[in-house]
């Protein structure tokens, strides 16, 4: 496990990041595409993370330089993509010195919504490992909350389905004082799905924040489960939500609640499984269903 502030190690590193400041990046660039692995199914991110630690520990943030290497648009098989995955890492290093940096949180939406896999799981990585600091979820949800306003609607898509993975840690959820920004926030994101347009479902945002929003909220539920928050606001959501594919997002994070790995067993999905059964649209023709087929086992995913 890497340690969140250690620095570069390697003084050749640290003399080509020293004249990347200064305008020469050529070196650097080279040593960060050669020992960054970015095509690889498991990049060097100790690696990004240590620049950052680097860059934030200067005078004065090398912006232009952050800038130039996560503007890099080379292709996911190409060892260049690492690039942007380093300045993921240095912008959120920033980030931790400065939480209202905006220079620093427009360019994580950005990287947060590439449509290039490692860059997007390199800059995952970053905010989970912010929101895994003291203060940093609270840090990352304000901040996401200004993402949902984005006028580009796959880039809007995209990096919120980002955030709500990096929120899926149990640790992460811990740390937030009440909590009750996290549900705000996370209201707001299954407001955004039922209120996108119809030619937003072709979106590979769209797809990607369906499949983040099941783990997060489940573990949301599960963590704030002792004094019935978790539980009692996503028993409204059921009750309020009538989207298709809202109401299978909730669906099978109610699936996932069942999971002993999550510590509550079958008792709290029960009562919120009959909260989404309820407010489910009636048959158009009940006489058609088939006598038993209302029976099961309670694994059954629900409309």
Not at 61 to 80: I, M, N, T, W
Not at 243 to 253: E, F, G, N, P
């Amino acid at each position: 496990m890497r340690r969140a502030d250690e620095g570069l190690k390697s003084e050749t590193l640290r003399a080509a990041l020293a004249s990347a400041v200064t305008g020469n990046t050529r070196v650097l660039e080279d040593l960060l595409c050669r020992h960054g692995g970015g095509t690889d199914p498991r990049p060097n991110l100790r690696l990004a993370a240590a620049l950052g630690v680097e860059i934030a520990a200067l005078s004065t943030a090398p912006r232009r330089l952050l800038a130039k290497l996560g503007s890099e648009d080379a292709a996911p098989d190409d060892a260049r993509v690492f690039l942007p995955i380093a300045a993921a890492h240095a912008w959120v290093a920033l980030v931790r010195q400065n939480q209202h940096d905006p220079e620093a949180w427009s360019a994580l939406a950005d990287l947060a919504a590439d449509e290039r896999r490692p860059v997007r799981a390199g800059t995952l990585d970053a905010l989970s490992a912010l929101a895994l600091r003291a203060g940093g979820a609270q840090i990352l949800v304000d901040s996401a909350m200004d993402w949902l306003r984005a006028d580009d609607l796959e880039k809007r898509l995209s990096a919120t389905a980002l955030v709500v993975e990096a929120l899926g840690d149990r640790r992460a959820v811990s740390t937030l004082a009440a909590g009750s920004s996290l549900l705000v926030y996370l209201s707001r994101v299954i407001q955004e799905i039922a209120d996108a347009p119809r030619s937003a479902e072709r979106l590979d945002g769209r797809r990607r924040l369906l499949m983040s929003l099941p783990p997060t909220l489940a573990t949301v539920v599960a963590t704030m489960v002792s004094d019935d928050r978790g539980p009692a606001w996503f028993e409204a959501i059921c009750t309020s939500s009538h989207h298709t594919d809202v109401r299978k997002a909730l669906s099978d994070a109610i699936l996932r609640l069942r999971s002993t790995a999550l510590g509550h067993g079958s008792a709290v999905a029960q009562r919120l499984r009959q909260a989404l059964e309820k407010s489910a649209k009636p048959l158009r023709d009940p006489s058609r269903r088939r006598p038993g087929s209302g029976r099961g086992k309670a694994s059954r995913p629900m409309r």
